[in-house]
């Protein structure tokens, strides 16, 4: 019979595994008690009313070549079957409804409880930065709303 010797790690080697056995539980707990933000302000946007409200208060994160942040919109008022098409962006001013369709990054989608986004955002927030929202309708007719952002999100460098 071969003789075991009694090391730190022969000793302590099934700890480990206890430990990766109650890791899952661990993160299982933080996925189904996520902590948000407080919503912003709403607005009524042409016939809807809309609260926005950010998945976090960090910087925008690269996602296919663009950088996003992501946000979750609530409409109190109107009807989102009536919303053509929706995009949000982050920057000085809104980008144009030709340059939002090129990609799929910045457009609204969800249910009829809410819409998700991942906005458009340039690599870091700047002081003159805003949140823009741009809705076309069936009809053709577009609104443009925009929200200031809190000090929170804006680059300090």
């Given at each position: 019979m071969a003789r075991?010797?009694?090391?730190?790690?022969?000793?302590?080697?099934?700890?480990?595994?206890?430990?990766?056995?109650?890791?899952?539980?661990?993160?299982?707990?933080?996925?189904?008690?996520?902590?948000?933000?407080?919503?912003?302000?709403?607005?009524?946007?042409?016939?809807?009313?809309?609260?926005?409200?950010?998945?976090?208060?960090?910087?925008?994160?690269?996602?296919?070549d663009d950088y996003v942040k992501d946000f979750t919109l609530t409409f109190s008022s109107g009807r989102i079957d009536s919303i053509r098409q929706g995009f949000v962006s982050i920057g000085p001013e809104p980008l144009p409804l030709s340059r939002l369709q090129q990609g799929d990054t910045g457009i609204l989608h969800g249910n009829r409880h809410s819409q998700h986004v991942h906005a458009i955002a340039p690599k870091q927030i700047g002081a003159g930065d805003k949140l823009w929202l741009r809705i076309q309708d069936w009809q053709g007719e577009q609104f443009v709303a925009s929200w200031p952002l809190p000090e929170v999100l804006i680059s300090k460098g």
């Open positions: 075991r010797k009694d090391t730190f790690w022969q000793r302590h080697k099934y700890k480990l595994n206890g430990l990766v056995l109650i890791l899952p539980f661990w993160f299982l707990y933080q996925q189904l008690t996520p902590v948000f933000p407080d919503a912003w302000a709403s607005q009524q946007v042409g016939p809807y009313e809309i609260t926005l409200m950010p998945a976090d208060m960090e910087q925008p994160y690269a996602h296919h």
